[in-house]
């Protein structure tokens, strides 16, 4: 008996998807439940895995391919891998002459084309050989640490020849890689270009005093986390803040729609968030009605799904404004792009160490600068720097927090 491997149902958003990575070849063996092809759209990578037991004994659709929804990716036989012969497998790959190109292109893939898109990405950045590199993830797939291992080891071996070398070498030559870019990161450049060319955005900045919230995490963070079982972070004041300004000032919690603009009476937040695919922004919902340890394990589990490529369409979907922090790579000022259909991001910042005028003295204080883009056509300055000045006092008096005032 056999069993077609399916394209699952896309969302309605999606037209259609890329074939990224086939973890099984002809011939192997799965389980039921079983991860078998992964299939990346620009938003999403869907896992395909096995609906029985059985042996893999065509692959229609190779990597790269791209697919509609309940599109034929493969055959998944039931019979048990010992009950497979060769020729049963050969003749199942040959019948048509597409066919025998397919199994031929699946004969020659190599280990690399086996691991996921990013360690693939990974492999190729760095001209490495899969073949090379022994894995320790799950099946002997290569993880990311391993990849560092053997660059660490490349670049080990390459000091010690240069040690041994008498004679000075000049570079011989240049050299430059062609990757692919992903569906995710071909999306990515479409927003980017969508924000730049349909919104008349501009960007206004200030400072907050991080001192009164650093005390405030250093005097209660321990008890936090041990009651709550986790860390008290920045975010969570970041976004109660937010709030509270996004309720003063309803037109940066709007969004244009035609000739109209549609006010949200409601508080879904979007957080961007760095992955191996690319920039995501991963919507948490309702924040208004979330507590600081709710908001912290929210944003907590988003970024492992993040991390992990979990994350799903509708975590992905709607959100009114969102928050970027480029500080955690030490960015000391930028000017964020908006999300579409958003009308305003929010930028937070590396908190340095600067002198600043306190009551006519000068004094040293962990400062950070406030970055708020916004799209002209629907708020104008007054809203836009109101909105800064609200989150400004609010962070820099976190008591108003609690107060509402």
């Known amino acids: 008996m056999t069993i077609e491997i399916l394209v699952p149902d896309l969302p309605e958003s999606v037209a259609d998807a890329t074939v990224a990575t086939w973890h099984k070849k002809v011939g192997d063996s799965v389980k039921r439940d079983e991860v078998i092809v ?15 037991d059985g042996v893999i004994s065509k692959i229609a659709q190779d990597e790269g391919a791209t697919v509609i929804s309940k599109q034929v990716l493969g055959i998944l036989s039931t019979t048990q891998a010992g009950d497979v012969s060769p020729a049963t497998l050969t003749q199942a790959n040959e019948a048509t002459p597409a066919d025998r190109k397919s199994a031929a292109i699946e004969h020659d893939h190599s280990d690399a084309e086996s691991q996921s898109p990013a360690i693939r990405r990974l492999l190729a950045e760095h001209d490495l050989n899969a073949e090379e590199i022994k894995g320790t993830g799950v099946g002997g797939r290569i993880t990311r640490e391993d990849v560092e291992a053997a660059l660490a080891k490349r670049t080990a071996k390459v000091a010690e020849k240069a040690e041994n070398t008498v004679s ?115 919507v948490l919902r309702d924040c208004d009605k979330l507590s600081m340890a709710e908001i912290e394990k929210s944003i907590k589990a988003l970024a492992e799904k993040g991390r992990d490529g979990k994350l799903t369409v509708e975590d992905l979907t709607g959100g009114n404004f969102t928050i970027t922090n480029g500080g955690v790579f030490g960015s000391l000022m930028s000017t964020p792009i908006i999300n579409p259909p958003q009308s305003a991001i929010l930028g937070m910042h590396a908190i340095k160490d600067r002198p600043v005028a306190i009551n006519g003295e000068v004094v040293i204080r962990p400062m950070m600068y406030l970055a708020l883009s916004y799209d002209h056509r629907l708020i104008d300055g007054r809203e836009s720097v109101g909105f800064l000045v609200a989150i400004k006092d609010l962070l820099e008096d976190p008591t108003r927090l609690l107060l509402e005032i």
């Open 38 to 52: 992964e299939i990346e759209t620009d938003k999403v990578v869907l896992e395909v895995p096995a609906t029985s």
């Open 168 to 282: 000075t070498v000049a570079y011989a030559a240049r050299s430059e890689k062609r990757v692919p870019m992903t569906r995710l990161r071909k999306r990515i450049a479409e927003r980017l270009l969508e924000a730049k060319n349909t919104t008349a955005m501009l960007t206004t900045f200030n400072e907050v005093d991080m001192q009164p919230i650093m005390t405030l995490r250093k005097q209660y963070g321990e008890k936090f986390e041990k009651q709550h079982g986790v860390r008290l972070g920045f975010m969570s004041f970041y976004i109660k803040a937010v709030v509270e300004a996004l309720k003063r000032y309803p037109e940066v919690n709007a969004s244009i729609d035609g000739d109209d603009v549609v006010y949200h009476n409601y508080f879904d937040v979007s957080i961007a968030v760095s992955t191996p695919r690319g920039l995501v922004t991963p």
